[in-house]
């Protein structure tokens, strides 16, 4: 069985068009490249209702629906893209262009890799045990920054109020001779803040190489770290600062 969602092909579609005639009046005012392209669709997706088919009959059952329903359909996932390109073009993302995005879209080539999971983590205050923002969160190999997947994962990564402390990485894959190859990855978080005691955290990853490069990210393929403790300068805290 085929699992689809008939409203991404209806977002994917409307996007496309939307986009095109922007380019094609020469309109300065919002981004056309490709990440604003993704973004759009990411953010209308999330917020348009999904209509799922399995198999050819699904597909009939979803084409014979009432003209005015489709219509109605149409005109909601319009206006909730052109919601979605107002909010990516006053918020972009940073140090990521296009030719990164455009770079990864392209075929993998069949190569040995470890592909390092997403490595998450969250942050909390140990005198009220709120979540804490606006913190610099390093990931660290062999004392250095780790590069990371593409320009859309910052290394350090600053947590904002809306992330609840939440702070996350995706390390830049690494070349491997062979499948099933074995290697563990040695990294440390560290975070620093003024108003904070600056924290470290030295962990391991083991890793079997696969086949090719995976690009989609999954919560299945997570490292999940503990949660941190952060402590004012001074204060009482254990040597790690975790649970």
Same mark, same amino acid.
């Given at each position: 069985?085929?699992?689809? %969602?008939?409203?991404?092909?209806?977002?994917?579609?409307?996007?496309?068009?939307?986009?095109?005639?922007?380019?094609?009046?020469?309109?300065?005012?919002?981004?056309?490249?490709?990440?604003?392209?993704?973004?759009?669709?990411?953010?209308?997706? %999330?917020?348009?209702?999904?209509?799922?088919?399995?198999?050819?009959?699904?597909?009939?059952?979803?084409?014979?629906?009432?003209?005015?329903?489709?219509?109605?359909?149409?005109?909601?996932?319009?206006?909730?893209?052109?919601?979605?390109?107002?909010?990516?073009?006053?918020?972009?993302?940073?140090?990521?262009?296009?030719?990164?995005?455009?770079?990864?879209?392209?075929?993998?080539?069949?190569?040995?890799?470890?592909?390092?999971?997403?490595?998450?983590?969250?942050?909390?205050?140990?005198?009220?045990?709120?979540?804490?923002?606006?913190?610099?969160?390093?990931?660290?190999?062999?004392?250095?920054?780790?590069?990371?997947?593409?320009?859309?994962?910052? %290394?350090?990564?600053?947590?904002?109020?809306?992330?609840?402390?939440?702070?996350?990485?995706?390390?830049?894959?690494?070349?491997?001779?062979?499948?099933?190859?074995?290697?563990?990855?040695?990294?440390?978080?560290?975070?620093?803040?003024?108003?904070?005691?600056?924290?470290?955290?030295?962990?391991?990853?083991?890793?079997?190489?696969?086949?090719?490069?995976?690009?989609?990210?999954?919560?299945?393929?997570?490292?999940?770290?503990?949660?941190?403790?952060?402590?004012?300068?001074?204060?009482?805290?254990?040597?790690? %600062?975790?649970?």
């Amino acid at each position: 069985m085929d699992l689809h %969602n008939t409203v991404e092909d209806i977002v994917i579609s409307r996007v496309d068009e939307i986009f095109r005639t922007l380019e094609e009046e020469g309109n300065k005012k919002f981004c056309t490249c490709t990440q604003c392209r993704l973004d759009v669709i990411c953010y209308a997706l %999330n917020r348009l209702p999904p209509h799922y088919i399995i198999s050819h009959r699904g597909a009939s059952r979803a084409s014979r629906d009432s003209s005015i329903k489709q219509q109605q359909q149409t005109a909601d996932v319009v206006a909730m893209i052109h919601d979605g390109l107002k909010q990516v073009t006053h918020n972009q993302r940073p140090n990521c262009s296009a030719e990164q995005v455009d770079s990864k879209l392209r075929p993998n080539r069949i190569s040995p890799v470890f592909n390092i999971p997403t490595i998450m983590g969250r942050l909390f205050s140990g005198s009220n045990f709120s979540p804490i923002a606006g913190v610099d969160v390093e990931l660290l190999q062999n004392g250095k920054l780790v590069s990371m997947k593409d320009g859309n994962w910052q %290394n350090p990564y600053r947590p904002v109020d809306s992330s609840e402390g939440t702070f996350s990485f995706w390390p830049a894959i690494e070349e491997a001779t062979k499948i099933d190859d074995q290697k563990i990855f040695s990294y440390t978080v560290r975070v620093s803040s003024s108003e904070f005691e600056t924290l470290t955290h030295a962990f391991k990853i083991p890793m079997a190489s696969e086949l090719r490069e995976v690009t989609s990210f999954s919560l299945e393929r997570t490292f999940k770290l503990p949660d941190f403790y952060l402590f004012p300068p001074g204060g009482t805290e254990d040597e790690d %600062n975790l649970i």
